[in-house]
DNA sequence: TAGATTGTTAATCGATTAACAATC
DNA sequence: TAGATTGTTAATCGATTAACAATC
C-alpha cells in the first residue's frame, strides 16, 4: 500500500537496493525474488517487501521482482533519472578529490560549478568545471538552476556559507564539514544532508574496543 | 542502569554528543542539564539521560552534568582516549586529501603509512606519511601493530584489498569504496565501517523532490 | 494445475518518550 | 529547605518480522 510519509530507514536503504540491482543487472540476472534479495542484501524478504511495498506494487505473485524495472523504479524514486544542477563550495583538497573522482551524474546531478575564496584556485579548471570566486556566488545562484550545494569549505566557514546558500534559495546542501549546519526557521524545507568524515571513524573506533 | 549490549542507534550519538559538547567547553560552559542540551541537539531530555545511561551514571540530581568529564567520559567510551595505529590503503585524490586534511588523532588514530601500487606515489611522502609499496602490506602489518584500515582504492579492487587486510587480522575497515565489502564467517568480529558518498548524495536527492 | 511468491494485515520487537521517586 | 534535575520504570510509538490469503 503506498505510503505518504516514508520513514528514514526505508528511505536510507534504496540507495543499496539500487547498486544490488544493479549489480545483478550487470550479471545478467532478470528476475529476483525478496528472499534472494534478502539473501543477498542480509534483510528479510519480509522487509524487501514492506519497504517496496510503500511506492507501488513492482513485483509479481509466483515470479517475484524484475530487475530491470524494479531497478529503474528505484532510480526514478530517488530522483536519479534527472540531472539537477549542483555546485560545489571550498575547493580544497577534499572538494579537489570529489571534483575529480565523484560520479555526480550517476547519482542524478550535473556539477555545473565551484567556488573559493582564494585567488590560486579561482579561474582554474578543474575536471572540466571552472573554479569562480566565492564573492559572486549569490549572482551565480541568481543566474543558474541550482538544486544542490556541496559544502566543502572550512569548518569555520560552514555557516556564514549555508546561510548564503540558503538565502539563495537553495534545495539542499551536501555537508562535508565536521560541523551541524543549521538552516534558519523560515527556510526548514532546504534539505541538510551530512557525511561527518570523525563521527565515522569514531564509531569504528567503538565497535573495535576489547571488551571481551 | 549500565547495558550489556548498546544499540547501534546510540553509539552512532555518541560522536555527536562529543562534537557538543566539545563546544561548550570551548565556550566556557561548566555545567549543562539533559534539558538544555537537548534543546541544542535536537533531542528530548529522556532520550539524553537513556542514552548516557547506557554507560553509567555521569549526572547529579539537581545539577546536571559537568561539561568537561561528560566530554572525557564519552571519549574515552569511543575509545579516544588512546592512540591505535592506522594504515591507508589506496593513494588516488582521495587518499590523498584524507592523509592532507583528516585529523586521525583526534579520533583515536595514527596514520602510520599508507599503500598503492602504482609506481609514482610509491616512496613519495604526504603530511608526514610515506607511501609504500603494496605488495609489502603484508610484510608491514605483521610486523606493526594496527587496528584499522582506511579502505581508499578503486571499487574493483576492494574485496581483494579486503581479503588481504582481514587474513592479516586488521580489527576494522573504515571503507570509503561504493562497494558493500564482506569480511569472510571465521573473521566475523573484524567490523566494516562505510562512509558510502552516493549513497548520502542519492538520499538528497530523494529528500529535495517535489512532492508539493 | 501446483508451486512460488507477492502485498498486506497482525504480531513482535526495539527505541523513544513520559512520568516520577530519589536526591543533590 | 525548596527547586532542579537526575536515573529508572512504565507507556507509547514506530519499525521489523511473521503469517497468510490472493494470484501469477
Redesign the interface.
Given at each position: 500500500m503506498r505510503k505518504d510519509k516514508i520513514s528514514n530507514a526505508v528511505?536510507?536503504r534504496?540507495?543499496?537496493y539500487?547498486?544490488n540491482l544493479e549489480a545483478l543487472r550487470r550479471d545478467g540476472v532478470e528476475r529476483i525474488s525478496s528472499s534472494a534479495l534478502g539473501r543477498n542484501m542480509g534483510l528479510t524478504a519480509s522487509q524487501i517487501r514492506q519497504d517496496l511495498s510503500c511506492f507501488g506494487e513492482f513485483g509479481q505473485q509466483g515470479y517475484g521482482y524484475n530487475v530491470e524495472s524494479l531497478y529503474q523504479e528505484i532510480r526514478e524514486?530517488?530522483?536519479?533519472h534527472r540531472q539537477?544542477g549542483a555546485i560545489l563550495v571550498g575547493v580544497?583538497?577534499?572538494g579537489?578529490?570529489?571534483m575529480?573522482?565523484?560520479?555526480?551524474a550517476?547519482?542524478?546531478?550535473d556539477l555545473q560549478a565551484a567556488f573559493d575564496i582564494q585567488p590560486e584556485v579561482i579561474g582554474r579548471e578543474i575536471h572540466g568545471v571552472t573554479v569562480r570566486d566565492a564573492a559572486g556566488m549569490e549572482e551565480y545562484l541568481e543566474a543558474h538552476d541550482v538544486?544542490?550545494a556541496v559544502l566543502t569549505v572550512p569548518q569555520q566557514h560552514a555557516q556564514r556559507v549555508t546561510d548564503r546558500l540558503v538565502a539563495c534559495g537553495i534545495?539542499?546542501i551536501?555537508n562535508f564539514t565536521?560541523f551541524?549546519v543549521e538552516v534558519p526557521e523560515e527556510h526548514a524545507d532546504v534539505?541538510v544532508?551530512s557525511?561527518?568524515?570523525?563521527?565515522?571513524?569514531?564509531?569504528?573506533?567503538?565497535?573495535?574496543?576489547d571488551n571481551a
Open positions: 528511505i536510507r534504496l540507495p543499496r539500487c547498486r524514486i530517488l530522483g536519479m539537477r580544497g583538497n577534499l579537489r578529490a570529489l575529480r573522482n565523484f560520479d555526480f550517476s547519482s542524478g546531478f538544486a544542490v534545495r539542499g551536501w565536521n551541524d534539505v544532508e557525511i561527518h568524515f570523525s563521527d565515522s571513524l569514531q564509531v569504528l573506533s567503538y565497535l573495535i574496543r
